[in-house]
């Protein structure tokens, strides 16, 4: 059978640095592989390039071959194929989204045969099928993270594109929404397209099957197939990353709780006729670490805003303490890309940070190498670097200005299973060391039950409606 997908020697470039090493791989029609590594390792490059977006300052070569047709991958040619040979879910669904449209109609713009009315139809029945009956016609800013990745899922899917490339399909996902997405991309295997998943989910790769890749520092270091590889690693990176687990982690001491920094009382939510939450009483105390659990959209994202004061509870009320300036409430945001100044390379944003509230530069250069985060990386902007390096540059960012509350939204939902240990460590230790108050969202069990004592604050079944920062 021949490949639908061959990637021949590719190579990506940034200025003095080579990013990516003569990846090589081939899929054929009604195959899947996934390519399974830590966050920077050049997973979400090899897509780009395939796809020919690379971003401004990059260069490839090597040879793409789609459907016996082969292109030089600095080629251009390969825009023409875009939606109906190749489409591509990018790792970011709030910059892959239209603002200015709503859900049903960023998918029925998907569908190639012309038909207004029964595009509409049809991404509404996708749209359902994906949970989000109630939401098909909102604009993105009043979808949760895991709503958007959803509609961005099944706006890529709706051109029937023969080659699929999705990455970071379950990123912010519930367990059960997680299911539904590999379930659906096993369908789409079935159907004899060819599958591409970038991923850092163990678990994912696992379910999906087929072939997996295991990459790091910009090359493929083990591939075939899931089983063999997963069963019986030869890899030393492949063997730590399956060893990294978050059940695996070892058990935490509580810290001792001080005085209450936040307390909200008798809180509520509501959306129209929707309610995301209501009666809802919680207190945070100095040192203390909470959960909030719940299915995707079922608020969690708002109570942090609303203890933050980024948004208005429709009931209740939230008391501070009054000797807190607002910089020392913090938040570590779901999408990272929404925290950074877009235009700026990060050496300028965290300078400005410096200056602004009169730091020393020590505690950056000691936080960097904790989270393996190279220092040439500062003179790149935001979409420059990958989204776990961005993830794991807000958390230091964050911690630069010694806050007394962090609400840590999805923390680690970009990074691999390494790199998430790693994050979660310094996140603990340095919110610890400082009597610091940390409520997290998590959608992993095993991460949440590592962090916090006790129970997590649970919310209700999925509702239509959630706001997102």
């Known amino acids: 059978m021949t490949a639908a997908l061959v990637v021949s020697n590719l190579t990506i470039n940034a200025p003095g640095l080579r990013l990516v090493h003569g990846a090589s791989f081939a899929i054929e029609p009604g195959e899947s592989l996934t390519i399974l590594g830590e966050t920077g390792s050049g997973k979400s490059l090899l897509s780009q390039a395939i796809m020919g977006t690379l971003p401004h300052g990059l260069t490839a070569d090597g040879e793409i071959t789609i459907d016996d047709v082969s292109t030089r991958a600095a080629s251009v040619d390969r825009r023409r194929l875009w939606g109906r040979v190749l489409a591509l879910l990018p790792q970011e669904p709030w910059l892959a989204l239209d603002p200015t449209m709503r859900s049903v109609d960023q998918v029925a713009e998907g569908f190639l045969d012309g038909r207004r009315r029964l595009a509409r139809l049809r991404s509404l029945d996708d749209l359902r099928a994906l949970g989000l009956q109630g939401s098909e016609h909102h604009y993105p800013f009043r979808l949760s993270g895991g709503m958007a990745q959803r509609v961005a899922i099944a706006a890529t899917m709706a051109g029937g594109a023969p080659i699929l490339i999705v990455d970071e399909p379950t990123k912010g996902l519930d367990a059960a929404l997680r299911d539904d997405v590999v379930a659906l991309l096993k369908t789409v295997v079935a159907s004899g397209r060819t599958l591409l998943t970038i991923t850092h989910d163990v678990a994912v790769a696992r379910a999906l099957g087929g072939q997996l890749a295991i990459m790091l520092e910009g090359e493929i270091v083990e591939q075939g197939s899931m089983e063999a590889v997963l069963q019986a690693p030869r890899h030393d990176y492949t063997r730590k990353l399956l060893a990294a687990e978050p059940k695996a982690w070892p058990a935490r001491t509580s810290a001792a709780a001080g005085r209450t920094i936040l307390a909200g009382k008798g809180l509520a939510k509501r959306y129209g006729d929707r309610t995301l939450f209501e009666r809802l009483d919680i207190t945070v105390r100095a040192g203390e670490r909470l959960a909030v659990a719940g299915p995707s959209g079922s608020g969690k994202t708002t109570v942090g805003d609303i203890l933050l004061g980024l948004t208005a509870p429709s009931e209740g009320v939230v008391e501070r303490a009054a000797d807190l300036l607002p910089i020392r409430l913090q938040k570590l945001y779901q999408d990272p890309v929404a925290a950074f100044p877009p235009r700026v390379t990060l050496r300028q944003a965290f300078a400005d940070l410096i200056a602004r509230h009169r730091m020393g530069q020590s505690e950056l250069e000691r936080m960097m190498p904790r989270l393996r985060l190279n220092e040439r990386l500062l003179d790149r902007r935001p979409d420059q670097v990958s989204g776990g390096e961005l993830q794991r540059f807000a958390l230091v960012r964050l911690l630069l200005v010694?806050?007394?509350?962090?609400?840590?939204?999805?923390?680690?939902?970009?990074?691999?299973?390494?790199?998430?240990?790693?994050?979660?460590?310094?996140?603990?230790?340095?919110?610890?060391?400082?009597?610091?108050?940390?409520?997290?969202?998590?959608?992993?069990?095993?991460?949440?039950?590592?962090?916090v004592s006790g129970l997590p604050i649970t919310l209700g079944q999925e509702l239509d409606e959630a706001v997102a920062t």
């Open 402 to 451: 010694q806050p007394a509350f962090i609400f840590a939204d999805e923390p680690t939902s970009r990074l691999d299973l390494i790199s998430q240990k790693e994050t979660i460590d310094l996140l603990v230790e340095e919110s610890t060391k400082h009597g610091c108050a940390l409520l997290l969202v998590t959608h992993d069990a095993a991460i949440a039950s590592n962090i």
